[in-house]
């Protein structure tokens, strides 16, 4: 016969207390740096769960031992940061590494629309163009940018580029008369260099909506119109060229420019007759023309067949962009990798402090790599 023994309460408590001094024995002594190394290293949605836990590991973000083990980390993929079409009041950010929607607290000098991004940053900035702010959408730090020098407030007619620079950020402000500004994070200001060269073709038929900058080794290019081609500013030296590029086909609308592994694509809604489908090209440079690479799948451009007033807006224009489709009432999201050349139809974005939960449609938005320590 199996004798069982009943173990006290007191038993149990005094078992615990021991097992608990052991651990606090053990891990008292563990290395800080290997423990900022496997932090560094954890998935950034848990990153956030491990900050809630005590006022050390909260603080970590402005450690700079802890940011030098984050300046280790590559993020495979950007996230992303959008806002939707019914209220700019609503941010949002897409992780792709967990397929998944967040919904921070947006605070309220981020009521703006995000246009560019670098080094883990994102530029948000008014209907004006007038204030500018950059966040860093993880750690929700955020600075108010100076005002830029004054000139009519512009709406619709302006593009804006961000890229890395020593450490820093740069800004480029181009208006569509030519009018253009810089601003430099290291020395915190808006400089006007001048005017662009006499062989840029006024105006440059820029749309606030689609003209979106992509950095290619400190090289900012922009689509415009009439003619059709890129324009390009080069940060260190400030050269501007013009490229006078076709657009690949007649039935192209809602374009925006990408950039993977230096080459520079282009993504567009095509329409031919009563179909409609989402194709990718890429620049050849040597001929300036644009060469067709791939197509959404059948499966999904099928559906689009014989519908009106398809839209399309692409958010991101670097490695992996995010595709919104407008269908009448109905919205579809899609990510497409352009160094693997894959296609991921996206679950939607539900907000769920809204009442109806209804999918929101993410009209405008950026790619961001994310990087914890990041300071705008």
């Known amino acids: ?28 002594d563990f290395p800080e740096d ?52 019914e209220s700019i009041l609503m941010g949002t950010m897409y992780d792709p590494s967990l397929n998944k929607w967040h919904h921070p ?30 966040c860093n959408p993880l750690t929700r730090s955020c600075k108010e940018l ?9 709406r619709s007619n ?10 820093g950020y740069t800004i480029l402000w181009v208006g569509n008369e030519g009018d253009y500004q810089v601003f430099d994070s290291a020395n915190n200001s808006w400089i006007h260099p001048g005017s662009m060269p006499q062989s840029v073709k006024l105006p440059l038929a820029l749309k606030f909506s689609t003209t979106r900058a992509v950095s290619v080794e400190g090289t900012l290019y922009f689509m415009r119109s009439d003619p059709d ?28 420019l990408a950039e993977s592994g230096g080459r520079i694509m282009l993504v567009g809604l095509l329409t031919e007759g009563a179909a409609s489908c989402v194709c990718i090209w890429e620049l050849q440079m040597m001929t300036l023309l644009w060469k067709e690479v791939d197509r959404m799948p059948n499966v ?35 990510t497409y990798d352009l160094s693997t050349r894959e296609w991921l139809k996206l679950p939607g974005c539900v907000v769920p402090t ?3 939960r209804k999918t929101q449609w993410i009209a405008l938005g950026t790619a961001f790599h994310p990087c914890l320590t990041a300071i705008p």
């Open 1 to 28: 016969m199996v004798e069982h023994k009943r173990v006290s309460k007191k038993g149990r408590k005094e078992r615990k207390a021991t097992t608990c001094s052991m651990e606090d024995e053990i891990w008292k």
């Open 34 to 85: 290997l423990f900022e190394a496997v932090i560094a290293r954890v998935p950034i949605a848990t990153f956030f769960r491990f900050r809630s836990v005590c006022r050390k590991w909260n603080s970590l973000v402005s450690c700079e031992s802890f940011k030098q083990q984050c300046a280790q980390v590559k993020h495979a993929k950007p996230w992303f940061y959008a806002i939707n079409k």
């Open 105 to 134: 607290r947006v605070p309220n000098e981020w009521v703006m629309y995000p246009v560019a991004s670098a080094g883990g940053l994102v530029c948000l900035h008014e209907y004006n163009h007038i204030r500018f702010h950059v």
């Open 146 to 154: 100076p005002a830029r020098s004054a000139g009519k407030p512009v």
């Open 158 to 167: 302006a593009a804006v580029g961000m890229t890395a620079r020593n450490g």
């Open 229 to 256: 081609g890129l324009l390009s500013y080069e940060v260190d030296t400030g050269m501007w060229r013009q490229y006078v590029v076709p657009n690949p086909h007649m039935g192209l609308s809602c374009q925006a």
């Open 300 to 334: 999904w451009s099928s559906k689009l067949y014989g519908k009106k007033n398809v839209r399309m807006s692409c958010l991101g224009n670097k490695t992996l962009l995010m595709l919104s489709l407008r269908v009448n009432h109905m919205s579809r999201l899609f």
């Open 354 to 356: 809204t009442r109806t």
